[in-house]
């Protein structure tokens, strides 16, 4: 499989093309962003890191029947993924309390749910993500009502399989953020899942283990993603 050209550069990857229109590859930077990109920097490692994380988790979820746009890991900071068109929705999971759900709220951080909270935010940058409900991805003609069914669905299977998967390593997954995208017909999972798009904390201490380090500055960024990184794939 060949290299093509730049097709799509974010916040935190690159996508290019391949000589096979089906596939893409998607690269991981070691760039950072939060508070809707007001605070840049950049995190070393984070690329390999993500890509790692991301791969393994995929591979993961492929076990329990959860189709993903991932194909394989090309190298360190590269995996090759399935030419997919993406859903504009971002679909968050909460299994407890934190961030911009304690703000919207007035709640205090740490509250276990008695089941998950499923959300769902307009994917774009110049309005802020606004949140949204199924009505109004199926009203504004984002996607059809089998898609956010499906999503909804899957969003819930994928976030109890993670949950056993963290628990497994002294870790509890707080909440998580989803993307799908669609390929010949199908929902898939799409995007990464690491720590920029999950929250962790470490059993027993709470100790954050994810881009909240890098959000509110608590220290051992670089360390952290490491960690979780080593956590997650084994030694
Ligand atoms: N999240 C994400 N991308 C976004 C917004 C949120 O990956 O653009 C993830 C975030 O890492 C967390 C979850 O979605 O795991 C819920 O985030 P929240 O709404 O609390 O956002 P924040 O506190 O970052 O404003």
């Given at each position: 499989m060949e290299k093509g050209k730049r097709l799509y550069e974010g916040k935190a990857k690159i996508l290019f093309e391949t000589n096979d229109p089906d596939l893409l590859i998607q690269r991981f930077k070691d760039d950072a962003t939060a508070f809707d990109g007001i605070k840049k920097g950049t995190i070393i490692g984070k690329g390999i890191a993500n890509n790692t994380i991301s791969a393994y988790l995929f591979e993961l979820l492929a076990k329990d029947g959860i189709k993903s746009h991932f194909e394989k890991k090309l190298s360190d900071i590269e995996m090759v993924i399935k030419n997919v068109e993406i859903i504009p929705v971002e679909v968050v999971i909460r299994n407890v309390s934190t961030g911009s759900l304690c703000k919207r709220y007035g709640i205090k951080e740490g509250i276990a749910f008695k089941k998950p909270i499923v959300e769902f935010y307009y994917k774009d940058d110049a309005l802020h993500d606004p949140l949204m409900n199924e009505d109004h991805i199926f009203g504004l003609e984002i996607a059809g009502t089998e898609e956010i069914a499906e999503m909804r669905q899957q969003a819930l299977k994928i976030n109890e399989i993670l949950q056993r998967f963290f628990n497994s390593i002294?870790?509890?997954?707080?909440d998580l953020k989803l993307e799908f995208g669609r390929f010949k017909g199908k929902v898939l999972l799409a995007d990464e899942i690491s720590p920029d798009t999950c929250r962790f904390w470490e059993k027993g201490t709470n100790r954050k283990l994810d881009k909240d380090r890098f959000r509110h500055d608590l220290g051992d960024v670089e360390k952290t993603y490491k960690e979780m990184m080593k956590r997650i794939v084994g030694d």
């Open positions: 002294d870790v509890t997954l707080i």
